[in-house]
């Protein structure tokens, strides 16, 4: 029988950044070697969870950071 892999959140923030970074959920799938499906359901969570965000939310500079490269990317 085979075991599922199970990921915590910080790997999963990680993935779906790796991903935006390589430009291809295909590389970092492969780079981490998971499923790409998995990334692409991060992303999509990830993505949903940043719109919730309240607009007064103060983000430290490396989080505005990765904001600005998931937007030039998107």
Same mark, same amino acid.
């Given at each position: *029988? /085979?075991?599922? $892999? /199970?990921?915590?959140?910080?790997?999963?923030? *990680?993935?779906?950044?790796?991903?935006? /970074?390589?430009? &291809?959920?295909?590389?970092?799938? $492969?780079?981490?070697? #998971? +499923?790409?499906?998995? #990334? &692409?359901?991060? $992303? =999509?969570?990830?993505?949903?969870? +940043?719109? @919730?965000?309240?607009?007064? @939310? %103060?983000? %430290?500079?490396?989080?505005? =950071?990765? $904001?600005?490269? =998931? /937007?030039? %990317? &998107?």
């Amino acid at each position: *029988m /085979v075991k599922r $892999r /199970v990921f915590d959140e910080a790997f999963k923030e *990680m993935a779906v950044e790796l991903s935006y /970074v390589k430009g &291809s959920i295909q590389e970092a799938a $492969r780079e981490l070697d #998971i +499923d790409p499906g998995r #990334i &692409s359901k991060w $992303r =999509q969570r990830h993505k949903k969870n +940043d719109q @919730t965000l309240p607009a007064n @939310t %103060t983000l %430290t500079d490396e989080q505005q =950071q990765i $904001r600005r490269l =998931q /937007v030039a %990317t &998107s």
